[in-house]
T-cell receptor, first 114, second 113 residues
Framework: DGGITQSPKYLFRKEGQNVTLSCEQN?????MYWYRQDPGQGLRLIYY???????QKGDIAEGYSVSREKKESFPLTVTSAQKNPTAFYLC?????????????FGEGSRLTVL | QQQVKQSPQSLIVQKGGISIINCAYE??????FPWYQQFPGKGPALLIA?????SEKKEGRFTISFNKSAKQFSLHIMDSQPGDSATYFC????????????FGSGTKLNVKP
């Protein structure tokens, strides 16, 4: 089945540690995104990428980093510089340049900082 | 500044009733307004979307009403069912710039049997 796979589903981190969240898609989509979801705040864009080897900062990029070495993969690293990293992280993809703009989401990764 | 404001934060509706969720937006250039449905522990999924050239779009029990002059749009769920219990997000975007979706804060809907 085509879709987006995020791993791990749950992750615990000690303060000061970097962690990397995986996102893989087999939808052949050009564009990929990372969103952060906090209770009562909706979804906020962290980073997005329209094409391999290119990515752009979203609204809350500080303390995060990404790479896009392959079309299928868009991993997110939560660095120790992120002051409040405990959240639910969602990866999404879409076909770039279409009129529908539908975002396809993964099932999310819940990060808890101990 | 929050680009899309959503209300209410939570909603309880009896089975068979009508659920109404409202959103207001700031940027008059927005031209694509989707609604996403999210079940606990899952990612959101597109439910229904509208462009500003129409005032209403209906898909089954779900209807979007759009008021361009008021910069408001709403989701109506007719004959609400317990299976509709989920969190609903409205969003707004520019059709030529799908990288920038602005999401509302979400509405948690609970449909009582």
């Amino acid at each position: 089945d085509g879709g987006i796979t995020q791993s791990p589903k749950y992750l615990f981190r000690k303060e000061g540690q970097n962690v990397t969240l995986s996102c893989e898609q087999n939808l052949n989509h050009d564009a990929m995104y990372w969103y952060r979801q906090d209770p009562g705040q909706g979804l906020r864009l962290i980073y997005y990428s329209q094409i391999v080897n290119d990515f752009q900062k979203g609204d809350i990029a500080e303390g995060y980093s990404v790479s896009r070495e392959k079309k299928e993969s868009f991993p997110l690293t939560v660095t120790s510089a992120q002051k409040n990293p405990t959240a639910f992280y969602l990866c999404a993809s879409s076909i770039a340049g279409t009129a529908t703009g539908e975002l396809f989401f993964g099932e999310g990764s819940r990060l808890t900082v101990l | 500044q929050q680009q899309v404001k959503q209300s209410p934060q939570s909603l309880i509706v009896q089975k068979g009733g009508i659920s109404i969720i409202n959103c207001a937006y700031e940027n008059t250039a927005f031209d694509y307004f989707p609604w996403y449905q999210q079940f606990p522990g899952k990612g959101p999924a597109l439910l229904i979307a509208i462009r500003p050239d129409v005032s209403e779009k209906k898909e089954g029990r779900f209807t979007i009403s759009f008021n361009k002059s008021a910069k408001q749009f709403s989701l109506h769920i007719m004959d609400s069912q317990p299976g509709d219990s989920a969190t609903y997000f409205c969003a707004a975007s520019l059709i030529y710039n799908f990288n920038k979706f602005y999401f509302g804060s979400g509405t948690k809907l609970n449909v009582k049997p």
